[in-house]
């Protein structure tokens, strides 16, 4: 059974750092894009960025310049680094992953809540 388990999230002030991982275990073939999303109450869920086996990534508009995926193949880990927080970026932030089992299947970890206190 894969599992996708979030660690890092926490109050900050705005303008601050935080830096999220997640870790990706159990049987698979292969680990393809991963992907981090995030839900703010009352909102959709919403993509905030992604990147692909080889490394290529993008971000919604309003994370850009600010946050940056990255991801350890070895380690099955996919991190975000945060950078000058708002308090608009307060929200559960989901890690998702596409593993191949071999078949293919999108997992979800069960979110990190990340507190940005203006």
């Known amino acids: 059974q894969v599992q996708l388990v979030e660690s890092g999230g926490g109050l900050v002030q705005a303008g601050g750092s935080l830096r999220l991982s997640c870790a990706v275990s159990?049987?698979?073939?292969?680990?393809?894009?991963m992907r981090w999303y995030r839900q703010a109450p009352g909102l959709m869920r919403e993509l905030v960025a992604a990147?692909?086996?080889?490394?290529?990534?993008n971000y919604v508009e309003s994370v850009k310049g600010r946050f940056t995926i990255s991801r350890d193949n070895a380690k099955k880990m996919v991190y975000l680094q945060m950078n000058r927080l708002k308090s608009e970026d307060t929200a559960v932030y989901y890690c998702?992953?596409?593993?191949?089992?071999?078949?293919?299947?999108?997992?979800w970890g069960e979110g990190t809540l990340v507190t940005v206190s203006s």
């Open positions: 159990g049987s698979m073939a292969s680990i393809d894009a």
């Open positions: 990147i692909t086996s080889d490394g290529r990534t």
């Open positions: 998702n992953a596409d593993v191949s089992e071999p078949l293919g299947k999108v997992y």
